[in-house]
Nanobody, 118 residues
Framework: QVHLVESGGGLVQAGGSLRLSCAASGIVFSINTMGWYRQAPGKQRELVAGITGGGITNYGDPVKGRFTISRDSAKNTVYLQMNSLKPEDTAVYYC????????????WGQGTQVTVSS
């Protein structure tokens, strides 16, 4: 079975930074597209970032230029570096296995809360 475990969420002031980690198991990590979705209160879930096995990245418009996704195949781990955080980034962030070409979520982690104060 696929197992995705997020960590690194927390409370940060606007303008600050956080780094999320996602440890994956039950998949051939090196050939899977991985990424992050988020869901804020009262809002739809949205793609934050994705990265293919070959390192091609995709970012949602609200986070472009501020967030960076990366992966470490040796550790079966995907990261999300979040800089210049804004209150509107407050959400539960989910690690996902994503579908090739569409970036749609196939598997979900349990989520980690990110709260950005004004």
């Amino acid at each position: 079975q696929v197992h995705l475990v997020e960590s690194g969420g927390g409370l940060v002031q606007a303008g600050g930074s956080l780094r999320l980690s996602c440890a994956a198991s039950g998949i051939v990590f090196s050939i899977n597209t991985m990424g992050w979705y988020r869901q804020a209160p009262g809002k739809q879930r949205e793609l934050v970032a994705g990265i293919t096995g070959g390192g091609i990245t995709n970012y949602g418009d609200p986070v472009k230029g501020r967030f960076t996704i990366s992966r470490d195949s040796a550790k079966n781990t995907v990261y999300l570096q979040m800089n210049s955080l804004k209150p509107e980034d407050t959400a539960v962030y989910y690690c996902n296995v994503l579908a090739r070409t569409t970036w749609s979520p196939l598997h979900w982690g349990q989520g980690t809360q990110v709260t950005v104060s004004s």
